[in-house]
C-alpha cells in the first residue's frame, strides 16, 4: 500500500486520475498493477507537530491500473475512507483506515438527464469563445459529472476547504447538486466575461481603427508640410504646441478636446476662429514652476535706493518681505497694499521689487472695473469672450511667477454685470489661488507663485473682506525738499534723456526749482512735477535747435518763459483776524490743503443755511457743530430763535466732505458767539461727538504738509493721533507747534475763545 499525501485536490470515487510515476515508486522500483494508493488531503492551515493535526480525516482511496509511457501512473479512484491514525515507523508513514462508502440515493436517469443539460449549457457559453472546438471536445469527453468536476475544479474557483466539503459529503445526491451549482455560477461568471471581452475588443477595434487613419492623416499632413514649410497646418502646430506646454491634465484633456474639435471642423467653420484663439490663448501661456532664486537683500537695498527718495518706512517693509520670501524660499508672500496720493511712488516701487527679485512685472490698472468677467474672464459661449485681465496679464509675462500690480484697487465698482472685488477675493487668497480657474480658460490655473502688489489712494472705498485680504503701507506726502532732491536725481535727469539735452545744454537754478515746487505744483506726489520738468526741457530744446544759444540756464526770473502756466493760487492764511473764520485742514486726492470756515448770524428764525458744496458727513458736522455751540452758550438761546445761522466754506465749486471738520465748525461758531477772534495762524483737524470729545482723523502727514505750506504755526490734532506723527517727517514737525487735544473745551482755550 502506497500512502501519497496531496494539497488541493479534487479527488471523487469512480474517477481515474493521473499522478507521476516518482511519487509512487520506492526507489527504482516500479509500481504494480493493482497497488493501493491511499490519498491523504492536507490542511490548508495544519498545525501542531502530530500528522493526525496535518491532514483532513477522510481521504481516499484508490488502485494503480498502470503505467503509461509519459511515465505518469493512472490511478482509479475507489472509495472515500476515514482515517483512524498516521504514525511514522522508520521513516515510512502507516495509516489505518477504514472504508467510507457514498449514499447512493440518486436516480440514474435523473443524473443523465441533468448532466446532459450542463454541457449543453457550456457548449452554448462557449460559442463565441475562440477555444471553444478545442474546449467542447474536452467536456464531450467526460463520462460523469464527477470526472468533469474533477477535471475542472482548478478552473473553477473552488477553494481547497470546498473542495475536501464536496468530497466529504456522503449523499451522492446533495454532492451533486453543489458540483452542479459551482458549475451554473461559473457559467454565468464566464458569460459576463465573455460579453465583456467582446465589446472590449469590438472597442479596441474602433480605437485602433480610429488610431491607423489618424496616423494616415500624420503622415499625409506631414509630408504636406514639407512640401509647404510656411503653410504647415494648425492642427499639427497646435498640437505640438500642447505636448511642450508642460500643462496639468485638466488643462491637456481640455486643449486636446478643443484641438479634435478643431480638426473636425476644419478652417471653414464659423467657430475656426474662437477655436484657434483658445489655443494660442492657452498654449501660449506659461504651465511649468520656475525654481526660486534666492533674493540679495543688498541689491534689493540698493535698487530701492537708486529709484527712490526717502521713503524708509515702505522701503524697509519691502525688505522685511523679501528677507521672509528668501528664507522660506517662495515666489510670494504677504499681500501688500500700497495707499497714498497720486505721485508718491506705489507702482513705481512695484516695478523695483521685480527688478530686485529679477522676475517680471506686469501692471493691470483696475480703475473703473466694474464686470466681474474682466477679472474672472467671459464664457466661451458669449461671442467676443476673452480672458481676464488677470490671466491675460500672466500670459503677457510669459511666466507663473510674474510680479503682478493690481493699480487703482479703490476705484472698483459694481453694477448688474457682478462684483469684480469679490472676484479679487479668490486672486488673492493663497489658501484658493493655487487652483484659480478663468472662466475663459475654464480649467485650473496655479497662481500661487506670483506675487501680487495693490496700490490705492484711499482705503475707505476698498470692501473690507477685500481689504483683509491686504497689509496697509501707507505712502506720504513729499516735503518740499524731498522734492527737490527727487526732481534733481529723478525727474529732471529723465527729462532730459526724452528730449535729447545731454547734461551741460541744461543748467536749471536752485530758486528756479524751488519756485516750480512752490508756485506750480499743489500735490503731494510729483506726479505734476514731472510734467513741469518736461516742459521745462522740451523749451529749453527749442531755444536750442533755433539756434539762440549753445546751453540754456533757467533762473527764477525766466522761468516764465519755459512754462506756459500760471502759478496756482495756494491758499495761504491771512494776517487780519476775525470772530467767525477759522483756519482748517483737509486730505484731498492731491494731498493735503487748508480750508476756511467762515460763519455768520444774520436776522431770521433761527434757520440753519450751509454753503459751499459740502457732503452729507460734514452737512451732519455742522448740525453738531450747532448743538454743540448752543450747549457752551445756554444764555443765548433767545439769540438762535432770532437769527439765521450761515455756515460757508469758500471755493463753493469743489465737493468737500469728510469726517475731520468738526472741531473747526464748531471753533468757528463758538468765535461768532464769543465775539473772540481766533489767529488764522492756528489750524486744526478733527471730528468732534456730541459730548466734545475730539475724535481721531486719518491723512495726517499730508494734512500737516499742507500746513506748512500755507504758513501755519500752530496745529491742533486730536489726542489719538499722537502716535501718527511718527510717520510725519522732522522737516515738517519741525516747523509746527502741534498741540494734541482731547475735548472740545481743550481746543476753545488754545484757541482764545474760552479762558
Given at each position: 500500500m502506497i500512502i501519497l499525501p496531496v494539497y488541493?485536490?479534487?479527488?471523487?470515487?469512480?474517477?481515474?486520475?493521473?499522478?507521476?510515476?516518482?511519487?509512487?515508486?520506492?526507489?527504482?522500483?516500479?509500481?504494480?498493477?493493482?497497488?493501493?494508493?491511499?490519498?491523504?488531503?492536507?490542511?490548508?492551515?495544519?498545525?501542531?507537530?502530530?500528522?493526525?493535526?496535518?491532514?483532513?480525516?477522510?481521504?481516499?482511496?484508490?488502485?494503480?491500473?498502470?503505467?503509461?509511457?509519459?511515465?505518469?501512473?493512472a490511478v482509479q479512484l475507489e472509495t472515500r475512507v476515514d482515517i483512524r491514525s498516521i504514525a511514522t515507523v522508520d521513516d515510512e508513514v502507516q495509516v489505518e483506515w477504514e472504508a467510507h462508502p457514498d449514499l447512493e440515493d440518486l436516480d440514474p436517469d435523473e443524473v443523465k438527464r441533468r448532466f446532459e443539460a450542463l454541457k449543453n449549457s457550456l457548449y452554448q457559453i462557449l460559442g463565441p469563445h475562440?477555444?471553444?472546438?478545442?474546449?467542447?471536445?474536452?467536456?464531450?469527453?467526460?463520462?460523469?459529472?464527477?470526472?468533469?468536476f474533477v477535471y475542472s475544479s482548478a478552473f473553477l474557483g473552488v477553494s481547497c476547504d470546498?473542495?475536501?466539503?464536496?468530497?466529504?459529503?456522503?449523499?451522492?445526491?446533495?454532492?451533486?447538486?453543489?458540483?452542479?451549482?459551482?458549475?451554473?455560477?461559473?457559467?454565468?461568471v464566464l458569460t459576463v466575461t465573455l460579453e465583456a471581452s467582446q465589446e472590449q475588443q469590438e472597442r479596441n477595434a474602433q480605437v485602433y481603427r480610429e488610431s491607423a487613419l489618424r496616423h494616415q492623416i500624420d503622415i499625409l499632413q506631414g509630408k504636406l508640410d514639407e512640401m509647404h514649410p510656411d503653410d504647415v497646418s494648425d492642427v499639427n502646430t497646435y498640437g505640438k504646441k500642447i505636448q511642450e506646454s508642460g500643462m496639468n491634465e485638466t488643462a491637456r484633456n481640455e486643449a486636446e478636446k478643443?484641438?479634435?474639435?478643431?480638426?473636425?471642423?476644419?478652417?471653414?467653420?464659423?467657430?475656426?476662429?474662437?477655436?484657434?484663439?483658445?489655443?494660442?490663448?492657452?498654449?501660449?501661456?506659461?504651465?511649468?514652476?520656475?525654481?526660486?532664486?534666492?533674493?540679495?537683500?543688498?541689491?534689493?537695498?540698493?535698487?530701492?535706493?537708486?529709484?527712490?527718495?526717502?521713503?524708509?518706512?515702505?522701503?524697509?517693509?519691502v525688505i522685511q518681505?523679501?528677507?521672509?520670501?528668501?528664507?522660506?524660499?517662495?515666489?510670494?508672500?504677504?499681500?501688500?497694499?500700497?495707499?497714498?496720493?497720486?505721485?508718491?511712488?506705489?507702482t513705481s516701487v512695484g516695478r523695483s521689487i521685480a527688478e530686485a527679485l529679477n522676475r517680471k512685472y506686469v501692471r493691470i490698472s483696475l480703475g473703473g472695473v466694474r464686470d466681474e468677467a474682466d477679472i474672472r474672464g467671459h464664457r466661451r459661449t458669449y461671442i467676443g469672450a476673452m480672458p481676464g485681465r488677470i490671466m491675460d496679464g500672466i500670459r503677457r509675462s510669459g511666466v507663473s511667477n510674474p510680479v503682478v500690480v493690481l493699480d487703482e484697487v479703490d476705484k472698483l465698482s459694481r453694477d448688474y454685470s457682478g462684483d469684480p472685488a469679490s472676484a479679487l477675493l479668490e486672486v488673492l487668497d493663497p489658501e484658493q489661488n493655487f487652483s484659480f480657474t478663468d472662466h475663459y480658460m475654464n480649467v485650473p490655473y496655479d497662481l500661487s507663485d506670483v506675487l501680487f502688489l495693490c496700490t490705492a489712494n484711499r482705503t475707505d472705498t476698498i470692501p473690507e473682506p477685500l481689504l483683509n485680504r491686504m497689509e496697509v503701507v501707507e505712502f506720504s506726502g513729499y516735503t518740499e525738499s524731498e522734492k527737490m532732491q527727487i526732481a534733481r536725481r529723478h525727474l529732471l535727469p529723465k527729462a532730459m534723456e526724452q528730449t535729447g539735452l545731454k547734461p551741460e545744454m541744461l543748467k536749471l537754478s536752485e530758486k528756479a526749482l524751488r519756485t516750480v515746487i512752490s508756485d506750480y505744483t499743489a500735490e503731494a506726489g510729483v506726479r505734476n512735477l514731472r510734467r513741469q520738468m518736461d516742459a521745462i526741457c522740451r523749451g529749453a530744446?527749442?531755444?536750442?535747435?533755433?539756434?539762440?544759444?549753445?546751453?540754456?540756464?533757467?533762473?527764477?526770473?525766466?522761468?516764465?518763459?519755459?512754462?506756459?502756466?500760471?502759478?496756482?493760487?495756494?491758499?495761504?492764511?491771512?494776517?487780519?483776524?476775525?470772530?467767525?473764520?477759522?483756519?482748517?485742514?483737509?486730505?484731498?486726492?492731491?494731498?493735503?490743503?487748508?480750508?476756511?470756515?467762515?460763519?455768520?448770524?444774520?436776522?431770521?428764525?433761527?434757520?440753519?443755511?450751509?454753503?459751499?458744496?459740502?457732503?452729507?458727513?460734514?452737512?451732519?458736522?455742522?448740525?453738531?457743530?450747532?448743538?454743540?455751540?448752543?450747549?457752551?452758550?445756554?444764555?443765548?438761546?433767545?439769540?438762535?430763535?432770532?437769527?439765521?445761522?450761515?455756515?460757508?466754506v469758500p471755493a463753493g465749486a469743489v465737493p468737500k466732505d469728510g469726517p475731520s471738520a468738526g472741531i473747526?465748525?464748531?471753533?468757528?461758531?463758538?468765535?461768532?458767539?464769543?465775539?473772540?477772534?481766533?489767529?488764522?495762524?492756528?489750524?486744526?483737524?478733527?471730528?468732534?461727538?456730541?459730548?466734545?470729545?475730539?475724535?481721531?482723523?486719518?491723512?495726517?502727514?499730508?494734512?500737516?504738509?499742507?500746513?506748512?505750506?500755507?504758513?501755519?504755526?500752530?496745529?491742533?490734532?486730536?489726542?489719538?493721533?499722537?502716535?501718527d506723527l511718527k510717520d510725519v517727517p522732522e522737516e515738517v514737525r519741525s516747523k509746527l507747534n502741534i498741540v494734541p487735544v482731547r475735548e472740545v473745551q481743550e481746543v476753545l482755550k488754545a484757541t482764545g475763545i474760552a479762558d
Open positions: 488541493n485536490i479534487m479527488l471523487l470515487p469512480h474517477v481515474t486520475i493521473f499522478v507521476q510515476g516518482d511519487s509512487l515508486r520506492k526507489g527504482t522500483e516500479e509500481v504494480p498493477t493493482g497497488e493501493e494508493v491511499i490519498f491523504l488531503l492536507r490542511r490548508r492551515n495544519s498545525t501542531g507537530e502530530e500528522l493526525e493535526n496535518q491532514f483532513y480525516p477522510q481521504g481516499v482511496m484508490g488502485r494503480v491500473q498502470n503505467l503509461l509511457e509519459d511515465g505518469n501512473v475562440r477555444w471553444s472546438l478545442t474546449i467542447r471536445g474536452y467536456i464531450a469527453d467526460w463520462e460523469t459529472l464527477d470526472e468533469g470546498e473542495k475536501y466539503q464536496i468530497m466529504a459529503t456522503d449523499s451522492r445526491r446533495e454532492r451533486f447538486g453543489k458540483m452542479e451549482k459551482i458549475f451554473y455560477e461559473y457559467a454565468q478643443i484641438l479634435r474639435r478643431l480638426r473636425a471642423e476644419g478652417p471653414n467653420s464659423h467657430e475656426y476662429g474662437m477655436l484657434t484663439g483658445y489655443l494660442d490663448f492657452i498654449t501660449s501661456l506659461s504651465w511649468k514652476k520656475e525654481p526660486f532664486e534666492p533674493v540679495s537683500v543688498k541689491q534689493a537695498r540698493e535698487i530701492l535706493a537708486r529709484d527712490h527718495y526717502g521713503m524708509k518706512k515702505v522701503k524697509d517693509r518681505q523679501l528677507a521672509v520670501m528668501n528664507l522660506n524660499q517662495k515666489h510670494s508672500g504677504s499681500i501688500l497694499l500700497f495707499v497714498g496720493a497720486p505721485g508718491t511712488g506705489k530744446a527749442v531755444r536750442l535747435s533755433e539756434g539762440k544759444t549753445a546751453a540754456v540756464s533757467v533762473t527764477e526770473k525766466t522761468l516764465e518763459r519755459y512754462l506756459d502756466e500760471k502759478p496756482i493760487r495756494h491758499d495761504r492764511i491771512g494776517k487780519a483776524k476775525a470772530p467767525g473764520i477759522v483756519t482748517g485742514l483737509a486730505w484731498t486726492q492731491a494731498g493735503g490743503d487748508i480750508l476756511f470756515i467762515e460763519t455768520m448770524f444774520t436776522r431770521g428764525k433761527g434757520r440753519l443755511n450751509i454753503t459751499g458744496q459740502l457732503g452729507d458727513v460734514m452737512k451732519e458736522s455742522v448740525q453738531l457743530a450747532v448743538t454743540l455751540a448752543k450747549s457752551r452758550y445756554p444764555e443765548k438761546a433767545d439769540f438762535f430763535q432770532e437769527n439765521d445761522i450761515h455756515v460757508h473747526t465748525i464748531t471753533t468757528a461758531l463758538c468765535s461768532l458767539l464769543s465775539g473772540r477772534a481766533v489767529d488764522p495762524a492756528i489750524a486744526m483737524t478733527g471730528e468732534v461727538s456730541l459730548r466734545g470729545d475730539v475724535l481721531p482723523i486719518g491723512g495726517l502727514p499730508e494734512k500737516l504738509l499742507a500746513a506748512v505750506r500755507a504758513g501755519v504755526r500752530t496745529v491742533l490734532i486730536p489726542e489719538d493721533n499722537r502716535r
